[in-house]
């Protein structure tokens, strides 16, 4: 069993995708032989070779305005045609994650990768829309409010393992939502003052320019 990890996210550091990704791979230890590509490298090529004879592809990435991250796209758009010639057996997973509490967001973005997998002739596998991706940190994968993110990773792995097709699952952290939105708002605060701006500056409208 071979199965080929793609990292969507641009972050060098601690993005959600690679905790996401490394979540996977501890489910899939000693089952499968694992290597893990960032999309953000643009190095089609070396991409498109470390493919070679995979069952499964899983690509993990971030919601970018309700769909993929540039670089993902242009990635996709030039080994859609080339993909099935090094991985003809392979399903394709997608794993979105989204900073918005509700998971359902991502469901454009899924429709997306179902679209590349036809057009690419290979098999879909499964999709999970993750919201409130930022949660991820907030505790271990499968405990508090990353519960139901564990459990769609345990369904995940063992359909990747298996070869089999599992349905997409859109689902939010076990954390309820105007907790996750008072959170994020400090959040945004403590940034801003970090960055030596003031709350009353961040709603003075009169800078902004209007075309
Ligand atoms: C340019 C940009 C666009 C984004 N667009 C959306 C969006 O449309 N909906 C949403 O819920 N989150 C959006 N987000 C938030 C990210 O999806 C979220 O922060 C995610 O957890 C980042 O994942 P990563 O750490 O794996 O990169 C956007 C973030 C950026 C930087």
């Known amino acids: 069993m071979k199965a080929s990890l793609i990292n969507g996210s641009p972050k060098k550091n601690n993005s959600a995708s690679a905790s996401i990704i490394k979540a996977i791979q501890i489910r899939m230890e000693h089952k499968a032989d694992c290597t893990v590509c960032n999309a953000a490298s643009q190095k089609q090529q070396e991409i498109l070779e470390s493919f070679d004879k995979c069952n499964a592809l899983v690509f993990v990435f971030p919601l970018y305005v309700d769909s993929l991250p540039s670089h993902l796209l242009r990635l996709l758009d030039d080994i859609w045609n080339k993909i099935a010639d090094y991985a003809p057996q392979a399903r394709i997973y997608a794993v979105v994650n989204n900073g918005f509490y509700e998971g359902r967001q991502n469901a454009a973005a899924l429709e997306v990768m179902r679209n590349f997998c036809a057009c690419a002739g290979l098999q879909w596998g499964q999709g999970l829309g993750v919201g409130a991706g930022g949660m991820i940190f907030a505790a271990p994968v ?17 359909n990747i393992l298996e070869g089999k097709t599992g349905d997409d699952y859109l689902f939010e952290p076990n954390f309820p939502k105007f907790l996750y939105k008072t959170f994020a708002h400090l959040g945004w605060i403590w940034q801003a003052r970090k960055n030596g701006l003031k709350i009353r500056q961040m709603w003075d409208k009169s800078k902004v320019k209007h075309r």
Request: aromatic share 0%; hydrophobic share 40%.
């Open 142 to 158: 499968g405990h508090g409010p990353l519960k139901n993110l564990g459990r769609a990773l345990d369904l995940l792995a063992e």
